[in-house]
C-alpha cells in the first residue's frame, strides 16, 4: 500500500501589500490596499492587509468603495516589477527544498515534501520554511499540509496570517465540516444565497442536505459535485513543476472574493492582467503570438477564448486590444464573475525574431522607433507608472 503523499500549500498573506510594506515599513499597522491605479476613484482593489479589512474592503472592489467604507484607507498604486522580483526570490528558495514545486499563482505554490519528510518532520519544516520567509524576506505565509493539493489549500485557509495547519482525510468531518459554507472555493455571492434559501450554513448542512434534487436544480449538478467532492476532502495529489513553465506559455488569473457585476470594472482587470503578462515577456524577453483570456461565472461555467495574431508581440496595448475583443465577444452580459484571466501562448525568443521587411521600410525611421520604445520603456520603469506613451498611441487611447 503507497503512503499518503505530504503536500504543502504555501500562501503568501496579504501578499502585494507585504511586498510594498518592505519599502514602507512604517505603515505597518496602517488600513492599507493595493490598488490598480492607486488613490484614483477609477480603479479596483488588488489586496488589502487585514487592517482594512475590518472595515470591509477586499479585493475585486472598486476604489470609490474602499472610501466610501474607510475614507481613511491608505491607497497604494501596485508595483508588479516588485513582486515578480520576490516571487522568483520565494520560488527558487522552494526549489532549494525540494524539485517538486507548482507555482499556483504569484502568491502561492504546492510544495510535494514527501521525500524530504522522511529526514525532517513535516510541521518542523513548515515552520523552518514560515521562519525564512517572515525574516529573511519579510514575507508572512500560511501553510497547509495535507495528503492532496485541495486539503493542503484549504489548510493553508484555515488560519491567516501566519497560520500552519494539518488537513488529513480522517479529519474532514471534524474540521472542515463546522465551518460556513462560503468557505468553499466556489461558493460566491449568488450561490451562498441559494444555499442560505435551503438552510443550508454550514458545509455539514451541505452534505446532509436531504433532497438532493432540489439542490442540483438550484445550483446545478456540476456545482454540487465539485462542492461534495471538496466536503469529503477528494483531491489532486500530483504536484506538477512544469504546469506554470513559462516557456511554453505565460498566463495570470485572479479570483476574486467579490464577484464582478460591472462591467467598466472587469475591463480594468482586463487590462491590468494584459499589463502583468507584457511585463513578464519583456523581463524573460519573449514575444507570443496566440493571446487567450479565461472568464470564470458565479456558476462554476469556464469558458477560453483565444486569437492568434500575425506577429509575435509583447506590449501591452496589442496584447489588451486582443483581450477586450476576446472578452467583447464571450462575455454573456449578464452572469457575475468570479475569475478573469489572460494568458499568451506560442512564445518565442525575442532575439530570434527577424522581422520581415518590405523595400518600403525605411530602416533608420525603424531603427529611432526602437530605441524610443526602450526609452520610454526604461523611463516608465524608473517612476514605477506607465506615464510616458507614444504620440498615436495617446491619440489611439483619446
Known sequence: MNKAKIIFHIDMNCYFVSCELINNPKLLNEPIAVASKGASYKGIILTSSYNARKYGIYSGMPTSEALRLYPKVILLDSHYDLYEKYHKMFVEYFKSITPLVEVASIDEAYLDVTEVCKKINPLVLAKKIQDYLYKQLHLPCSIGIGPNKLLAKIGSDY???????????????????????????????????????????????????????????????????????????????????????????????????????????????????SKIISNRLVYHQFLGQTISIQIKYNDFKNITRSKTIIEPVNDHQTIFEVVKELFDNAYDEVTPIRLLGVGVSKLVNADKIVKQMSIYDNFDDMDKSINIDKLINNINKEIGKDLLVKGYAALKKN
Open 159 to 273: 488560519k491567516k496570517p501566519l497560520g500552519i495547519t494539518v488537513l488529513r482525510k480522517r479529519e474532514v468531518q471534524e474540521k472542515l465540516w463546522p465551518l460556513p459554507i462560503s468557505s468553499m472555493m466556489g461558493v460566491g455571492k449568488k450561490t451562498l444565497k441559494e444555499l442560505e434559501f435551503l438552510k443550508i450554513k454550514t458545509i455539514e448542512d451541505f452534505v446532509k442536505y436531504q433532497d438532493v434534487k432540489i439542490l442540483k436544480t438550484i445550483i446545478g449538478e456540476q456545482s454540487y459535485n465539485n462542492l461534495l467532492d471538496q466536503a469529503y476532502g477528494n483531491g489532486n495529489n500530483v504536484v506538477d513543476p512544469t504546469s506554470h513553465d513559462t516557456y511554453l506559455s505565460m498566463s495570470h488569473s485572479e479570483t476574486f472574493e467579490n464577484e464582478l457585476f460591472d462591467k467598466r470594472v472587469m475591463e480594468e482587470e482586463l487590462n491590468r492582467l
